[in-house]
């Protein structure tokens, strides 16, 4: 029987084992230690999860692909059904199901059984709602007992992160922990040396802890309905005059989360009914293609692509081929940021607040760490680090520290 430290992300998931001289991470497909959180059900078949999941999905398996599954936490959507195959699935069982299978392969891969578990956790599951964050914790340890998990507790996200961090810290210094993901944007203001890593109650330490629900499939959301979905009608005219087509379609379709609620019957025929009435219905052939193909979740794929190339190279592009010959979107890093810059202003302005929450001048931040596939986003991270100026900037394990940490505190609480 083991302790671990689980790290279920809205966009990436990792289990690292407490046991031995050193928390390490556990390979959860193939030798991968990081797994994207999908899950795809295959009529008939074994679910399958990570790469293999996105896999099967993007080569046309007919089937159900399922991401960003920890945002329903929280929501009333926990317990609604989800039509999978001839059945139906609620929400929380299918998070069980993913769950189940990280935490089998887990349990291969290091060749014993997980009894406890340190789940991470963002500061606010939802924001402004501290009744909606304790049935999202509830929610996640209920699921994690249904798994066989005998010992649950959490950890802040960004706390974990720090206790990952500290162990490169030579002398005592004041850290801003900035960890910025797919689904939220958690910080924390912690006092961290070598000797205080060595204790096991840090309470005192944490000087402010404060998060945002906002991350990179927000971004995925603007970018998609800034770029791609005008090219499928969005914002076109119906024939009536002062009317627009109606947008719910483009909102489900750029969120992650709600891809699968177009994929029925009733969402077809109401989408022919608006190209019959509408003034551009070329367009919204396009976007009933998108729909009865089932290809959501690609789209929404090249989007979060083009998101990232255009971080990381200053050009991305949409390839919409399948969509229609030669139709594409292309995204450069202005456009990205004119896009989403209030987004990235939205997670900066928790700094102010952490700030506050710990009585300290942004001077007095020595370190500012970052984690979470977000910092890539240049905007996002040149706003972090105007936040607090004078600290030294220190780029973590982008998809590891959280996962890392939470497995350094679960050795803690086992010991
Ligand atoms: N190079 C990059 N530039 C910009 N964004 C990136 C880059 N690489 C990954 N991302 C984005 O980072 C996000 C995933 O980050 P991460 O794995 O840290 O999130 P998570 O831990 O799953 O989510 P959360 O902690 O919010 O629940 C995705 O939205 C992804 O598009
Ligand atoms: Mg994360």
């Known amino acids: 029987m083991a302790a671990c430290g689980l790290d279920f992300g809205t966009s990436n998931t990792t289990l690292g084992l407490a046991a031995g001289p050193r928390p390490a991470l556990v390979p959860l497909e193939g030798a991968n230690l990081t797994i994207p959180s999908a899950i795809f059900f295959e009529p008939g078949r074994q679910a399958l999860v990570g790469r293999a999941a996105m896999a099967a999905y993007v080569e046309g398996t007919p089937g159900r692909l399922m991401r960003s599954l920890k945002s329903v936490l929280g929501s009333s959507l926990l317990e609604e059904t989800t039509p999978v195959g001839r059945e139906r699935i609620r929400f929380r069982d299918v998070i069980a199901r993913y769950l189940a299978v990280v935490k089998a392969r887990a349990e291969a891969a290091a060749d014993t059984s997980l009894d406890t578990v340190v789940h991470g956790r963002p500061v606010h599951f939802v924001d402004g709602d501290p009744e909606g964050d304790a049935r999202a914790e509830d ?32 002398a005592e210094e004041i850290a801003l922990i900035a960890d910025i993901g797919g689904g939220t944007s958690d910080f924390s203001i912690v006092r961290l040396s070598p000797e205080r890593h060595a204790k096991a109650d840090r309470a005192g330490d944490i000087l402010a802890n404060d998060g945002v629900r906002i991350g990179g499939t927000d971004f995925d959301r603007r970018l998609s309905l800034g770029t791609v979905m005008p090219l499928l009608g969005l914002g076109s005219p119906m024939k009536r005059p002062d009317l627009d087509v109606p947008t719910s379609y483009f909102h489900d379709l750029a969120t992650w989360s709600s891809i699968n609620r177009l994929y029925n019957a009733k969402t077809l025929r109401e989408v022919e009914e608006v190209r019959r009435d509408a003034q551009r219905p070329d367009l919204i052939d396009r976007l009933y293609t998108v729909i009865e193909a089932e290809r959501g979740h690609s789209l929404a794929m090249e989007v979060e692509g083009a998101k990232i190339a255009a971080s990381e190279t200053g050009r991305g592009g949409v390839d919409l081929d399948w969509v229609e010959p030669s139709l594409a979107a292309d995204l450069d890093r202005t456009g990205l940021v004119a896009q989403t810059g209030e987004l990235s202003r939205r997670i900066a302005e928790r700094i102010g607040r952490c700030l506050a929450q710990a009585g300290l001048a942004a001077d007095r931040i020595d370190a500012l760490f970052l984690t979470g596939g977000s910092t890539g986003l240049p905007h996002v991270r040149a706003a972090l680090v105007a936040g607090v100026p004078r600290a030294r900037v220190v780029d973590g394990d982008t998809f590891g520290s959280v996962g890392t940490g939470l497995t350094i505190e679960a050795a803690r609480r086992a010991a």
């Not at 209920?142 to 990952?164: K, N, T, Y």
């Open 139 to 170: 929610a996640l340890r209920e699921i994690a007992r249904s798994i066989g998990f005998a010992e649950v507790s959490f950890q802040f996200e960004p706390i974990a992160a720090a206790l990952d961090y500290e162990r490169q810290v030579r």
